[in-house]
Nanobody
Framework: QVQLVESGGGSVQTGGSLRLSCTASGRTFDFYTMGWFRQGPKKEREFVAAITSTGRTTQYSNSLEERFTISRDNGNNTVYVQMNDLKPEDTGVYYC?????????????????WGQGTQVTVSS
């Protein structure tokens, strides 16, 4: 099994930036497709971004691709999401997720492992 730990959340004002990190345990991280999801208050968990095991392919929610960037460092077993120009609607708990397959999926049930989440709050 792989364990995921997110960090980097916090409170920012509208227009600010945050970079979230997710560090994985285990020695098979470089075989996993990694994704970021978020869940706002009273909202369903939604797809943010994903990246393949090699980092060669990425995919974003259409509403976020201009502001968010996903990346990974397999040497450090870490995946990141850089979030710029944050808006109040970006507020929520952000989760890192992993799936041991080559193909990116955008729905939560496709992912086998999840971190505990990190809170992002964007004030107006």
């Amino acid at each position: 099994q792989v364990q995921l730990v997110e960090s980097g959340g916090g409170s920012v004002q509208t227009g600010g930036s945050l970079r979230l990190s997710c560090t994985a345990s285990g020695r098979t991280f470089d075989f996993y497709t990694m994704g970021w999801f978020r869940q706002g208050p009273k909202k369903e968990r939604e797809f943010v971004a994903a990246i393949t095991s090699t980092g060669r392919t990425t995919q974003y929610s259409n509403s976020l691709e201009e502001r968010f960037t996903i990346s990974r460092d397999n040497g450090n077993n870490t995946v990141y999401v850089q979030m710029n120009d944050l808006k109040p609607e970006d507020t929520g708990v952000y989760y890192c997720a992993a799936r041991p397959f080559l193909i990116i999926r955008t729905y939560p049930s496709a992912y086998d492992y999840w971190g505990q989440g990190t809170q992002v709050t964007v004030s107006s």
